[in-house]
């Protein structure tokens, strides 16, 4: 089986790559439309799904993989902003707080009748009383594109506190999930997955790993 990955995201692909596995990238065409009532959790878990059925309904002798991260902040479901504007908003209620990111991993092959999707999920602490670094943050314009208008492996790492958790499921592709996920369905993993958090190869990956 060729392994897939249902995603544009370049730091998903770079995260993947981390695993010495060969793969192609075929981004699903699954659009995100948050169900009414769900969970973030759940959410997550449904787009991750439905990004890798999408794309396995079409290589059908392959095995996909679909990822989705959301941000949980009392309770709602938070996506990307839609301007700097709204971005500034975001990380002025996240100051100070602590927030969940969950990272769904989902693997399918039509072929095989492989459907599965398990989810991680990393509590975050931004550091409070950072009105005066937003401007310079949001003029790098990395909010644009993040959930929760921050982007952990990047400036807004400056941002972070402390994670209770993994941190790549914060960057988005939980690399110790993806790893168990792909050998349960028998697709082996050519790294040591342990000596690969103790070296922590990927940007900012050292400052907040225990």
Not at 105 to 122: L, N, Y
Not at 183 to 196: A, C, F, H, K, N
């Amino acid at each position: 089986m060729q392994l897939v990955l249902a995603s544009s995201s370049p730091r998903r692909q770079e995260l993947l790559t981390l695993l010495g596995l060969p793969f192609e990238v075929c981004a699903s065409e699954f659009l995100e439309h948050p169900m009414a009532g769900w969970p973030p959790l759940e959410q997550a878990k449904h787009f991750a799904y439905e990004k890798a059925r999408c794309v396995a309904q079409v290589r059908p002798q392959d095995l996909v993989l679909g990822s989705d991260t959301v941000i949980e902040f009392d309770g709602d479901l938070w996506g990307k902003p839609f301007d700097l504007a709204e971005a500034r908003t975001m990380l002025s209620r996240l100051a100070g707080r602590d927030h969940h990111v969950h990272t769904a991993i989902s693997v399918c092959c039509h072929k095989q009748g492989i459907g599965r999707v398990e989810v991680a999920t990393t509590r975050v602490t931004m550091k409070a009383d950072l009105e005066h670094a937003y401007s310079r943050y949001l003029a790098s314009q990395e909010s644009l594109g993040k959930a929760g208008a921050y982007a952990i492996q990047g400036l807004g790492g400056e941002l972070v506190e402390r994670i209770d958790g993994d941190y790549t499921t914060v960057v988005g592709l939980p690399l110790k999930l993806v790893a168990c996920l792909l050998q349960s369905v028998g697709y082996p993993i050519p790294v040591d997955i342990e000596e690969l958090y103790h070296r922590k190869p990927y940007a900012n990956w050292s400052r907040f790993a225990a």
